[in-house]
């Protein structure tokens, strides 16, 4: 038991050892830094390039729908992970929550398949 206090002492000293270090980096960059602010730094700028066009232009859904469903199916890998370190224990119940889980994301892609969620075009 002393030897799990001992590495959740040292894993939680790295944390605040390198939040300091951020935290402490930002306040000298903030002191020390050169501060000449003119118009042509304030102005936005695009890939190194000054802008074309002054307009915010809007996306189309389709990028957010396509990068909600990569959260959504990445989300279930995050879930997935712990399992394979549970080589040595694997008990039935564990192995059940697994199928149920994996059919229910199935159903949701083939859900979404259906309701031509993938489809690209309007």
């Not at 980096?25 to 936005?44: A, D, M, Q, R």
């Not at 700028?45 to 469903?69: A, C, H, N, Q, T």
Request: hydrophobic share 55%; proline share 3%.
């Amino acid at each position: 038991m002393k030897n799990i206090t001992l590495n959740h002492l040292a894993l939680f000293l790295m944390v605040f050892l390198s939040f300091l270090l951020g935290v402490i980096i930002i306040i000298l960059s903030y002191f020390f830094g050169v501060k000449k602010p003119n118009k042509e730094k304030l102005t936005p700028y695009e890939s190194g390039m000054p802008l074309l066009d002054e307009s915010r232009k809007k996306l189309s859904i389709k990028y957010f729908i396509v990068g909600l469903f990569f959260l959504i199916f990445d989300v279930e890998i995050v879930f997935l992970y712990p399992l394979a370190t549970l080589r040595d224990n694997f008990e039935k119940f564990i192995l059940i929550e697994v199928i149920v889980f994996l059919i229910m994301v199935i159903l949701t892609y083939f859900y979404l398949l259906k309701e031509k969620a993938f489809k690209w075009e309007d």
